[in-house]
C-alpha cells in the first residue's frame, strides 16, 4: 500500500508581485497528493463544501490519487487568502475561512488503516493524535505542523512528535517550537521529543535534516522565475514521502535521495500558480532535475595528495 | 608568487548575545591573510596608526605573512564598533573611525606587483582600480565590496568588476548592485558586467556560485555555537583564495573545492572573537571538517535502476 495523506483541501487567493489569482484550487492534501502521485499510489482525507467543483475532483482522479476519504459536506469550501511581497519566502495571510474544515473530523477509512506511509499535513495536533490512533501499523509517519499549533496546542504537538518518525516543519517553527535561536540546538531538542528525523524547510536556502548523528544540507533550485510559493512545503513533503514509499528504502541514504526529489517536486511547483506546474510536469523533467541538483551540488573530496 | 590582499587592518569593538569585546584585532586584511596563510604565501598592503600593538605585528609574522607592504603612520588604527542580536546574519554598526586609514593609498612595493593572485579586499573602488593599475599580469583577481560603495561609488565599481575574475559579495549587496529582487537574474547581471565568476555570500545559508552556465551550491557549516561571526566574509576569501593558489587549479572543479576550504575557514572563524580560533586552528582540522562538508552534502545520483 502506498500513502494516505490527512490535511486539506481549499481554495486559495493568492497575490504575488507576477499577478493575482482568485479561488484556485489548493490546500495543504492537494499538493502534497498530487506531488506524491508521481512517485506511488495516494488515498486523501479531507473534507471540501458543496462548492468544490468536479473538474478538481476530475484533477486528482486523473493523478490516481484515491478519493474515497475525500468527504463533501453542505457548507463552503475552506477558503485562504494571502499575499506575497517580493521577498517569496514568507506569506501574509490575509483572511482564512475554515469553512466546512472547521468541524472536519478526520475518519479513516478501513481500506486505508494498513497504509504503510502516512503523511499528517498541517492540521490540528489532537486531530493528528486521532489520525495515528485510527492506524494500525504504519511504517513510517511524518508529520507537518504550523506557529498557530505551536502557540495554542504545544502539549498535543509533542505528543503527536513523540509518536511520528519525521517531523517536517520551517525554520522559524523550529526556533519557536524550542525557544532556541540557534537552529542546531533546535534541532537536538526536537529530536530529543522522540523523532527520529527532523527536516526543517528554509524555503529559497533549501533544508536542513537532523538525525541523531548526522546532518544532511541540500540547498533549494535557484529559479529565475518565482511565480507562487504557496504549496511548496507541502510539494516538498509529497514529492519526499512519493519517493520513500516508491522504494520503500528508509536508510539514511535513501531519506536523502527523497528529499532531492521533495525539493526537485518544491522548486516546480514555484513557478507558476496554484497547481498548474504540476498539471503539466512529467516524470523526465523530475529526474533531469534531480539531476541538476547533483551537478549543483557536487565537489570533489580530498584525495591522499 | 601567492597572493597579494589590500585591504584594511582595523581594532574592532563588537557585542553579540554572548559577550562583548573592546578594540580587538580585526579588519578585512587581517582575517583574509590569516585564513589564506594556512594554505600559502601571503603579502599585505594595508595602513595601521601608531597605537597599532606588537604582538599583533608579532602575530601576524608568526602566520608567515610578509608585512612589507604593512605601513605605519602617525594617527589612529582603524576603529569598527559594531552590534549583533540573535540574528548573528547581520551586524549593526555602531560607530566606524576611519582615523588612518582615510588618507590610505595603497601603494604596492615592487616586489608585489608580480603576485599570481590577488585579492581587493572591501576598500573604495578607485582604490582597488589604482592597486589593479599597479599590479603586473596577476593570474586571479577577486574582490569583495559592500553596500556603502555600491550606492555612493556605482560607475567606479563597475569597471574594477569588468576587470575581475572573480567577484565575492554578499546576497544583499547583489540584490542592491542590480535592482533585481531574484537572485539568478541578479547573478546573469553581474557577470555581464564582466566578472567570470560571481560568488554570493548568504551567511548561515551557505554560498552560490555562478558562472555563465553553472551553478554551484554550497551549505554553511550548521555549527551549535556562534559566538562573533565579524570577519565570516574575508576569513571565507581568504581560505578560497589560499587554496587556490595553493593548487594553482582555477577550472571550475578547483574553484568549488576552493569554496569548501574558504566555507570551512569561515566556520571556525565564528567559533570565537576576533582571530581568537584561527590562533589555535590546525591543517587537521581544517581537512577534518572539509571531510564533514563532503558527509553533510553527499546524496546518491539516479542509477539506471
Tied chains: 1, 2.
Excluded at 463533501?72 to 511581497?85: A, I, L, P
Amino acid at each position: 500500500m502506498g500513502i494516505l495523506v490527512v490535511g486539506s483541501v481549499a481554495f486559495d487567493s493568492v497575490e504575488t508581485p507576477f499577478g493575482k489569482m482568485d479561488s484556485i484550487l489548493g490546500g495543504s492534501a492537494t499538493y502534497f497528493s498530487t506531488s506524491a502521485s508521481f512517485f506511488t499510489d495516494v488515498s486523501l482525507v479531507a473534507v471540501v463544501g458543496d462548492d468544490f467543483q468536479e473538474e478538481h475532483i476530475d484533477f486528482l482522479r486523473s493523478r490516481n490519487i484515491d478519493l474515497t476519504g475525500l468527504s463533501r459536506v453542505n457548507g463552503k469550501t475552506f477558503h485562504w487568502k494571502g499575499k506575497y511581497g517580493y521577498d517569496l519566502n514568507e506569506a501574509q495571510t490575509l483572511e482564512t475561512h475554515l469553512n466546512v474544515f472547521e468541524s472536519f473530523k478526520p475518519v479513516i477509512p478501513a481500506l486505508y488503516a494498513g497504509a504503510d506511509y502516512l503523511f499528517l499535513a498541517n492540521i490540528d495536533p489532537e486531530l493528528q493524535m486521532e489520525v495515528l490512533n485510527q492506524m494500525q501499523k504504519p511504517r513510517v509517519v511524518a508529520c507537518d505542523t504550523m506557529n498557530f499549533w505551536i502557540s495554542s496546542k504545544r502539549e498535543a504537538l509533542k505528543k503527536v512528535v513523540e509518536r511520528v518518525d519525521i517531523l517536517i516543519i520551517n525554520e522559524g517553527e523550529a526556533r519557536q517550537f524550542t525557544g532556541e535561536a540557534n537552529l542546531v540546538k533546535a534541532a537536538k531538542s526536537i529530536l530529543a521529543m522522540g523523532a527520529k528525523t527532523l527536516i526543517i524547510k528554509r524555503g529559497e536556502y533549501g533544508v536542513l535534516m537532523f538525525t541523531d548523528s548526522t546532518i544532511f544540507a541540500a540547498p533549494a533550485y535557484p529559479l529565475e522565475e518565482v511565480f507562487d510559493p504557496t504549496g511548496a512545503g507541502d510539494t516538498f513533503a509529497g514529492g519526499f514521502m512519493g519517493y520513500l514509499a516508491n522504494t520503500g528504502d528508509t536508510s539514511e541514504e535513501g531519506i536523502r535521495q527523497a528529499i532531492i526529489f521533495g525539493s526537485v517536486m518544491a522548486s516546480f511547483n514555484v513557478e507558476d500558480f496554484s497547481l498548474n506546474r504540476l498539471k503539466k510536469l512529467d516524470y523526465k523533467e523530475i529526474e533531469s532535475r534531480y539531476r541538476g541538483f547533483k551537478k549543483m551540488t557536487h565537489f570533489e573530496g580530498l584525495s591522499s595528495r
